[in-house]
C-alpha cells in the first residue's frame, strides 16, 4: 500500500462530536477511550475530502438524471449511488493529537506531547528519532525559552525543566508549513503520558452555545448547551495511502493542494470551527 503522512494543524478550535452527554459538558468531543485523546475518525476524514470533488451530470441507479459522483472520485472513494456499487481504494486512517497547546507563563504556550505520543509517531510513519526521554512525575523536556529559573508553569502546574533533545522538534517542524508551527522548537514540552492525558482531556476548550427566542429575547428552552472543543493549534497526524497505484494518491494530494490544503472538518462550520491546514510528508527517512 503506498502511503504518506497527512498532518492537520487546526487553524481554528475543532469539534468533532461523540454525541450527548449526562455529564458537565453536554456535547463532548471523540476521544480515545484508554488514553482519553482526542481524535478525528478516519470516516469523518473522508467524508470532508470526499467532498472536494465536484459532481457533474450523470444518470442514477434508477436510470434518472441526476448529480453524480465524477470517475475520479469514484475510484478513490468508491460509490455507493452509482448504478454498480464498488469500494474505493483510498485509506485514511484515524487522527491522533500529536502536540496539544498549553498556556504557559513563558513564552505565552507550549506544545505538550508524551513519550506514548511520540513512539505511536514514529511506529506509524516508519520515522526512527533515538532518544525518547523516560518522564515520570513532574518533570518537563523543554526548550529554555520555556524555562523560568529551570522551572516550567504550565496552566497551573509547576514542572522540573529538563534539556529537551532538538532532533524531535526538528523532526515535528516538517509536518507543516504553518508560519505558527516554525516555532515548535521554542515552545515544544516533553511531560509523562499521565499528565499529557490530564491535559488533553481537561485543557480543551468549553463553550457555553445558546439560541436566542426572538420573541421572549431570552434563551429557548433547551437551547443552552456546553460544547467541548480542539484548540486551535493543535498538530494531529494520520496515515493515508492507496491500494492501487500511487497516481491516486497523487491526485489526492493535488487536489488538497488546489483548494489551498485547507480543509474544514467536524461541526459548526457557519460559526468558523474545524478550518485546518493540512500537509503530506514522506513515510520514513524520505
Known amino acids: 500500500m503506498n502511503t504518506k503522512i497527512m498532518s492537520i494543524f ?14 458537565a459538558i453536554d456535547s463532548p468531543i471523540a476521544r480515545e477511550r484508554h488514553t482519553r485523546i482526542p481524535v478525528i475518525p478516519g470516516s469523518a476524514l473522508k467524508g470532508v475530502t470526499s467532498d472536494l470533488w465536484e459532481r457533474e451530470q ?18 478513490l472513494f468508491g460509490a455507493r449511488d452509482a448504478k454498480d456499487a464498488k469500494p474505493g481504494a483510498l485509506f485514511i486512517g484515524e487522527a491522533r493529537v500529536l502536540a496539544f497547546p498549553v498556556r504557559s507563563a513563558k513564552n505565552a504556550f507550549a506544545w505538550v506531547t508524551c513519550p506514548l505520543a511520540l513512539q ?53 517542524k516538517k509536518l507543516s508549513c504553518d ?22 482531556e481537561n485543557a480543551c476548550e468549553v463553550v457555553t452555545r445558546i439560541r436566542i427566542n426572538d420573541s421572549t429575547g431570552t434563551v429557548d428552552n433547551g437551547a443552552l448547551f456546553n460544547q ?32 489551498g490544503n485547507l480543509i474544514q472538518v467536524g461541526g459548526d462550520e457557519t460559526t468558523g470551527l474545524g478550518f485546518c491546514s493540512v500537509n503530506f510528508t514522506e513515510k520514513g527517512g524520505n
Open 10 to 23: 487546526t487553524r481554528t478550535p475543532l469539534h468533532v462530536g461523540a454525541g450527548s452527554s449526562v455529564g
Open 58 to 75: 450523470g444518470i442514477d441507479k434508477n436510470g434518472n438524471p441526476a448529480q453524480v459522483r465524477t470517475a475520479e472520485a469514484v475510484e
Open 120 to 172: 505511536r509517531f514514529l511506529r506509524d510513519t516508519g520515522k526512527q528519532i533515538e532518544g525518547i526521554p523516560d518522564v515520570s512525575g513532574m518533570n518537563c523536556y523543554a526548550s529554555e525559552k520555556l524555562q523560568i529559573d529551570k522551572k516550567i508553569i504550565l496552566e497551573e502546574y509547576c514542572f522540573e525543566g529538563q534539556p529537551v533533545n532538538g532532533k524531535f522538534a526538528e523532526e515535528l
Open 179 to 200: 508560519e505558527t508551527w516554525n516555532g515548535i522548537s521554542d515552545r515544544l514540552a516533553i511531560i509523562s503520558d499521565e499528565m499529557f492525558s490530564f491535559f488533553v
Open 228 to 259: 467541548e472543543q480542539v484548540p486551535s493549534e493543535t498538530m494531529l497526524y494520520t496515515m493515508v495511502g492507496t491500494f492501487k497505484d500511487e497516481a491516486l494518491l497523487d491526485k489526492f494530494v493535488k487536489k488538497l493542494s488546489e483548494r
